[in-house]
């Protein structure tokens, strides 16, 4: 049931929940806590199986999207409270910052 299995609820007591009232971003991830990342994934689900989305479920999470993720010219790829966001693409960043070195951070939050 993919609403048992990528909706995180109010009642979600996970250590790695950084965000309620969202869909996972992914499953058994080897980083566990990435499951539990906002990201706009979903959104495309959603357009393309809307019979797999409980109705209620998906406008708190739509609101959860349009409160965080909207931007001024796009939709960010994370979530801006998320460890790993980083908002700017710097694509010749050489640096040994490796959230961002080499356009690392591509979908680690800018907006497209």
């Given at each position: 049931n993919f609403e048992k299995e990528f909706w995180i609820d109010e009642s979600n007591t996970s250590g790695f929940v950084n965000r309620r009232q969202i869909y996972k971003d992914t499953i058994n991830s080897t980083l566990q806590w990435t499951d539990y990342q906002l990201r706009p994934n979903f959104l495309i689900a959603a357009?393309?199986?809307p019979e797999m989305f409980n109705k209620t479920n998906i406008w708190l999470a739509l609101k959860q999207v349009e409160t965080i993720l909207?931007?001024?010219?796009?939709?960010?790829?994370?979530?801006?409270?998320d460890y790993n966001y980083v908002g700017d693409y710097v694509n010749d960043d050489d640096s040994h910052d490796y959230k961002r070195a080499h356009g690392f951070n591509y979908h680690n939050g800018p907006e497209w």
């Open positions: 357009v393309i199986a909207l931007g001024k010219y796009g939709i960010k790829t994370l979530d801006p409270s």
